[in-house]
T-cell receptor, first 113, second 112 residues
């Protein structure tokens, strides 16, 4: 089975712009979660989508949004980028049950200048 | 407040030696606790996952323990290898909220 894939792997944007990141989960997985990882804050949960619906949400501003398609692929959008949004954005997929192991993708490294 | 604290923040050991990483949590209600290994520039990889009733779980040279009474977990690495150099992250799932709470990680460096 192919693993979780994320595109693009690297991205450079300027303040004020918006960005869309993509995540393709492992085949058969219905849950996709998004995380932000920075050296200072560690891994922080953004949101989780399950069967095209947002099931859980972390404590991030509304500039961070996401969606999930019928094939379970997910996108994350960040509008009005700020310097502090520079981070590694990871997505993880799982079958969707509470005890299921999450499998992480390689991440998208976003740099905001 | 739901928190997961890990210690030490960083650790250097010699190849072949054992080490133990600690994780204390205040997450409630508790569902399960996971240990992940994250190599530099890569996504985390699951090592173990333990529920309330499990005291210990092994994955090769990695052994995790859980004391649900004291809300403490440890990850013991036996006969360390250079490839064990990575960040080890303790993650607790809060039942009901179905939300993962991450520790800041322990950065392990194994030197020859």
């Amino acid at each position: 089975k192919a693993g979780v894939t994320q595109t693009p792997r690297y991205l450079i944007k300027t303040r004020g712009q918006q960005v869309t990141l993509s995540c393709s989960p492992i085949s058969g997985h219905r849950s996709v979660s998004w995380y932000q990882q920075t050296p200072g804050q560690g891994l922080q949960f953004l949101f989780e989508y399950f069967s095209e619906t947002q099931r859980n949400k972390g404590n991030f501003p509304g500039r961070f949004s996401g969606r999930q398609f019928s094939n379970s692929r997910s996108e994350m959008n960040v509008s009005t980028l700020e310097l502090g949004d520079s981070a590694l954005y990871l997505c993880a997929s799982s079958p969707g049950g509470e005890g299921d192991t999450q499998y992480f993708g390689p991440g998208t490294r976003l740099t905001v200048l | 407040k739901n928190q997961v604290e890990q210690s030490p923040q960083s650790l250097i050991i010699l190849e072949g030696k054992n080490c133990t990483l600690q994780c204390n949590y205040t997450v409630s209600p508790f569902s399960n606790l996971r240990w992940y290994k994250q190599d530099t520039g890569r996504g985390p990889v699951s090592l173990t996952i333990m529920t309330f009733s499990e005291n210990t779980k092994s994955n090769g040279r990695y052994t995790a323990t859980l004391d649900a009474d004291t809300k403490q977990s440890s990850l013991h690495i036996t006969a360390s290898q250079l490839s064990d150099s990575a960040s080890y992250i303790c993650v607790v799932l809060s039942r009901g909220y179905n939300k993962l709470i991450f520790g800041a990680g322990t950065r392990l460096a194994v030197h020859p």
